[in-house]
């Protein structure tokens, strides 16, 4: 064996040894609160040295967790169906209406915005804005700014499944049928789209669901969200404060699994109708 | 009586002028063809007609009515796209049922309908696949008849057979002037492929940078190429320079008297020679030195291309290079770097003014 042959064997387990300590790292960080969760004493062990359910049936005994819980959803779920349709409604007129170069590039440019501002700045500028208005202090400013952070992610989903169907041909085809707005929106597009439009869903909910800088400033008392009951419990008591961050992470783990898998179907669906 | 007329229409993107000025009529039932390269404003031409882009000036006539403030669906056009722009979650059946559903007719009309444009199509069998489980060429069939479904005025095709393979294209081609000659209908159809417009068409327009630079009858446009861009188009090979001096015309290095040829133009930039019409000989014949009817050049051999049935000879006179298409056994006799005659019809020069 020469001794390229060993430094490159040497390198290979470097690199794997590498790629294991991330997982690990990141396996670690993401699901200790789910062990957590089932602790009631865990102090100087590897593991809990009690194990409980007790942390998960307090949280659905407690009225402020639970009204947490729904709070997070409502947001997560307006916020989600709002983004879409306005979403949809963008990428239709830009593939519905003769091609302007120019709306997309605008487009692209202010969907990223939210991306490069801090959350923080975007909702003390929200909480101004709209402070004086009829929607300050309502849970709708909550969905405005969650709207907003979630956009670079629905739009980007929704753009890149209409470039895949090649949305612009079929609205056409359909037009040059007789079809109008409406027709090729529910039977041409729709069933379509229907994997993009779910997948974005999905991103959107568990990103809305899982923020917490911008609930806290801009959720009021009454939609208190499931972060801010988080934050809240994990200075009382972090087994408990735990086992709610475990289902914040199963609500995202699922999303995001599923935005995988229904990305995969769909994109093998529509290669092969291309190909 | 007219199935379109496009007058004066005029496109721009930005600053691109896409269609410039661009004025045609094709006849009902007339097979019209747009020719052009890539990017000369044809397929824009046809989007215009169909009502998918508006024009900046002109009017779009379709069956007499101007329909210049209609939207697409609601002109009476059928449109074939280039990737056939099939529904990828209906069946064939319900691909081609479409148009007929919009117009809520009765389900039994339906149905028979789509059973006799599965029958003009021979599409028999394929009723209940999706498009995915269809050849190209099916694809290009069950496009076709969804667009035949509506009952248009007008069929516009946009380059539909340019996604299928040789072959394929060229049995497709026969059923598709089968099915306009069957069914008598208006069309309008975009192609950059010279063999496709030249076997399909009635007429051709040729467009280049957005504007008509020639607009006849297939056997005309190719027998008659009015400047060398076209003559280049058209796959004219031997396109040299040329003038008219002092009443006489310069061809390949010698001059000739003007009135040997018809119709010389005095600004004549090019003559062009098709490589079938240049005939070459190891000795010449006395009937030919005699006759009126031809040119004859002394050359030398410089090469030669072998293309199955036909071979291309390359030859070179006083500087000048022309090719020569001959029969592949015939060229068998004739060696590199021999001197040959070259002898032309007077008439097989055609004159190019730019």
């Known amino acids: 064996m020469s001794i390229i042959d060993v430094l490159y064997r040497i390198l290979k387990v470097v690199i794997y040894l590498a790629i294991a300590l991330t997982l690990l790292y990141i396996s670690l960080l993401s699901f200790s609160p789910v062990i957590g969760a089932f602790a009631l004493k865990w102090h100087y062990t590897l593991l809990p040295e009690v194990w409980t359910l007790d942390n998960f049936k307090f949280i659905f005994s407690d009225p402020f967790i639970i009204r947490s819980l729904e709070s997070s959803v409502l947001v997560a779920f307006t916020t989600s169906l709002s983004s879409l349709v306005i979403y949809l409604l963008v990428i239709l007129f830009m593939h519905y209406k003769e091609q302007r170069g120019w709306i997309n590039t605008l487009f692209e440019i202010v969907v990223i915005i939210p991306l490069m501002i801090p959350a923080i700045l975007l909702a003390l500028s929200m909480y101004e804005l709209y402070r004086p208005t009829a929607i300050g202090g309502t849970f709708l400013i909550l969905v405005f700014a969650h709207i907003t952070i979630v956009s670079p992610y629905v739009y980007r989903n929704l753009y890149s499944v209409s470039k895949i169907i090649d949305m612009k041909s079929l609205i056409e085809a359909s037009r040059s049928l007789g079809a109008g707005l409406f027709t090729t929106l529910f039977k041409v597009i729709l069933p379509n789209i229907y994997h993009g439009l779910l997948g974005a869903f999905l991103l959107s909910f568990a990103i809305s669901f899982g923020d917490f800088e911008i609930a806290n400033i801009l959720a009021p008392w009454q939609y208190r969200t499931v972060t801010i009951a988080i934050f809240q419990y994990s200075f009382k008591n972090i087994w408990i404060a735990s086992a709610i961050i475990s289902i914040v992470i199963f609500v995202s783990v699922t999303a995001t699994f599923s935005v995988a898998y229904i990305s995969r179907k769909a994109i093998a669906k529509y290669t092969e109708v291309t190909r | ?354």
């Open chain 2, 1 to 354: 009586m007219e199935g379109v007329k496009v007058v004066n229409i005029t496109k721009k993107f930005g600053n691109v002028v896409a269609v410039n000025s661009v004025s045609f009529s094709v006849e009902k039932g007339e097979f019209f063809t747009l020719l052009g390269p890539s990017g000369c404003g044809k397929t824009t031409t046809l989007r215009i007609i169909a009502g998918f882009e508006r024009p900046d000036t002109g009017e779009v006539y379709i069956g007499g009515k101007l329909v210049n403030e209609y939207p697409p669906e609601k002109r009476k056009i059928g449109f074939v796209f280039q990737n056939y722009a099939l529904f990828p979650h209906l069946t064939v059946f319900e691909n081609i049922a479409f148009p007929m559903r919009i117009k809520r007719m009765s389900e039994d009309k339906i149905r028979e309908k789509v059973k006799s444009l599965l029958e003009l199509l021979k599409l028999e069998g394929l009723e209940n696949r999706y498009p995915r489980q269809l050849s190209g060429g099916q694809q290009q069939r069950v496009a076709l008849a969804r667009a035949l479904a509506r009952d248009p005025e007008v069929l516009l095709l946009d380059e539909p057979l340019s996604n299928l393979d040789a072959l394929i294209r060229m049995e497709v081609r026969r059923e598709l002037k089968n099915l306009q000659r069957k069914t008598g209908i208006t069309t309008v159809y975009v192609t950059h492929d010279q063999d496709e417009a030249f076997s399909l068409s009635d007429r051709i327009a040729v467009m280049d940078r957005g504007r008509i630079i020639a607009l006849d009858a297939p056997s005309n446009l190719f027998e008659n190429p009015k400047s060398a861009w076209l003559a280049r188009f058209l796959r004219y090979k031997n396109i040299v320079e040329s003038r008219v001096v002092n009443g006489e015309v310069e061809i390949l290095g010698r001059r000739f008297r003007i009135d040997e040829f018809p119709s010389v133009p005095r600004d004549l930039k090019f003559i062009t020679i098709r490589p079938d019409a240049i005939h070459i000989s190891k000795q010449i014949d006395e009937g030919i030195i005699k006759s009126s009817e031809y040119v004859i050049f002394k050359g030398k051999m410089r090469d030669k291309l072998f293309y199955g049935h036909f071979t291309e000879i390359y030859i070179t006179i006083d500087g000048y290079e022309v090719i020569s298409m001959i029969p592949t056994e015939e060229s068998e006799y004739y060696k590199l770097g021999e001197d040959v005659y070259v002898y032309v019809k007077k008439r097989d020069v055609k004159f190019l003014v730019a």
